[in-house]
């Protein structure tokens, strides 16, 4: 048990779908991230909140749309997404820079 | 532009040597430096880190080096064990908002210890 919980762990989902990604933490971390892995790629940052509020948007397309209900619950609502957004994504919680992220085990999202 | 930089895609060293893994970094900005681990199917977990004020943190077995001055760092696992088999993420932090920090991550080097 990591202490950050994503679901679901695999998605499939058509272009045309909408569907959401969850991430819980109870950790009582401030902050949440959320990073896409694409293959042979570097993980990339997409979303920064800090106590609820959103600091960071990477320039990432608005077919995803974070939420950040509390402090403890993060959601990425996905909506016509292209086959390239296919990716694992991960969560991620802090407190304090220097324990590092604690990740979630990612969703493994495929667009078909 | 990548700012952090793994050269090496993969690494294999037997078990009871030495491990080592390079970090590479181009900002400047960067003051923060944490390793992460990572197996299949599972999110990273953090391993190490380091501040920039300083050149050298142990835990254990894994040491981690910092050269600012040649903007790299790496991670040392001695005696490596089959267990550390895994890839092996750097990452560096300029900014950060309160508690979140935003962490800029190389693209892994996947470590094989074989017996």
């Known amino acids: 048990e990591t202490g950050v919980t994503q679901t679901p762990r695999h998605l499939v989902m058509g272009m045309t779908n909408k569907k959401s990604l969850k991430c819980e933490q109870h950790?009582?971390?401030?902050?949440m991230y959320w990073y896409k892995q694409s293959a042979k790629k570097p993980l990339e940052l997409m979303f920064v909140y800090n106590f609820k509020e959103q600091t960071e948007n990477n320039s990432v397309p608005s077919r995803f749309s974070p939420e950040c209900p509390n402090s403890s619950h993060l959601f990425l609502h996905l909506h016509t997404l292209q086959p390239e957004d296919s990716a694992l994504y991960l969560c991620?919680?802090?407190?304090?820079?220097?324990?590092?992220?604690?990740f979630g085990s990612g969703t493994r999202l495929t667009v078909v | 532009d990548q700012q952090v930089k793994q050269n090496s895609p993969s690494l294999s060293v037997q078990e009871g040597r030495i491990s080592i893994l390079n970090c590479d970094y181009t900002?400047?900005?960067?003051?923060?430096f944490l390793w992460y681990k990572k197996y299949p199917a599972e999110g990273p977990t953090f391993l190490i880190s380091?501040?920039?004020?300083?050149d050298k943190n142990e835990d254990g077995r894994f040491t981690v080096f910092l050269n600012k001055s040649a903007k790299h760092l790496s991670l040392h696992i001695v005696p490596s064990q089959p267990g550390d088999s895994a890839v092996y993420f750097c990452a560096a932090s300029a900014e950060r908002t309160g508690t979140a920090s935003k962490l800029t991550f190389g693209t892994g080097t996947r470590l094989q210890v074989t017996l």
């Open positions: 991620a919680s802090s407190q304090d820079l220097g324990e590092g992220y604690t």
């Open positions: 380091i501040s920039s004020i300083k």
């Open positions: 900002n400047s900005m960067f003051d923060y």
């Open positions: 950790l009582g971390h401030n902050a």
